[in-house]
């Protein structure tokens, strides 16, 4: 087994894990407790709305993936496939083609971000976490922020990465001169410690991304930062902008 194929085993087996321990933590502690303090009234109504989806779509239980063994003779790149398919299965809420569920979230700079903020963009959610190396990874200057750089200027396009880390957290990241390289995310930072957002589009598991189209429906969805993940957001963007 070459090192390639060591790597992305590895880096499955530390995602299933995490998703275990974050089911158990959600088990005892609902994900959508939003905090509303210092909103306005009907950004309040919007932030409740988006709890309650998310506490509607969050599982009773603990998720358990379900994945299947290694086959014999098969390439490190179809061995990530057929597990990616196997993890969007288990823990994607929403799919290709589904609308943009109503939120509200807290921007880390200031302010607030609603669905009515993303009408006609291209809008890109990238779900992380400070805590978690594959996001980090994901989020280096030359992956995921490389591919939407083209488009950072254009009006009709938003980067929202939201993250999962409570604002003192977030604090201490930013700060660190350790993580400098990523204090361009500071603008498009959003905070969702309860995870109210991320449980409107999946259950458990980051790095993820969400891309929603013009139109306000989903066109593409990624897990974890595997190469062939960068790519088929890749893909997915160009052809929003073609």
Request: hydrophobic fraction near 45%; proline fraction near 5%; include cysteine.
């Amino acid at each position: 087994m070459n090192r390639s194929m060591l790597f992305w085993i590895c880096l499955t087996g530390c995602m299933a894990a995490a998703l275990t321990q974050t089911g158990a933590a959600t088990a005892q502690t609902p994900v959508a407790q939003t905090a509303v303090t210092a909103r306005t009234p009907a950004i309040q109504a919007v932030a409740a709305q988006t709890a309650a989806a998310s506490q509607a779509a969050a599982p009773q239980e603990p998720l358990k993936l379900r994945l299947e063994a290694g086959r014999s003779g098969e390439s490190a790149d179809e061995r990530w496939e057929r597990i990616r398919t196997q993890m969007m299965a288990q823990t994607a809420l929403l799919r290709t083609g589904d609308a943009l569920p109503a939120f509200a979230a807290e921007r880390y700079d200031g302010g607030q971000t609603t669905a009515a903020d993303c009408r006609g963009k291209v809008v890109l959610f990238c779900f992380w976490g400070t805590w978690c190396a594959p996001c980090l990874a994901e989020l280096a200057p030359d992956k995921l922020p490389a591919l939407a750089a083209p488009y950072a200027d254009r009006p009709d396009f938003l980067l929202l990465a939201a993250a999962q880390d409570d604002r003192a957290a977030l604090d201490r990241f930013f700060a660190a001169e350790s993580r400098a390289e990523y204090r361009r995310l500071r603008p498009a930072t959003l905070v969702d410690a309860d995870k109210a957002l991320f449980g409107c589009f999946a259950r458990r598991g980051v790095p993820r991304t969400v891309l929603v189209g013009r139109d306000g429906t989903i066109v593409e969805q990624t897990v974890g930062n595997h190469p062939l993940e960068l790519e088929r957001l890749r893909r997915a963007l160009a052809a929003q902008f073609e």
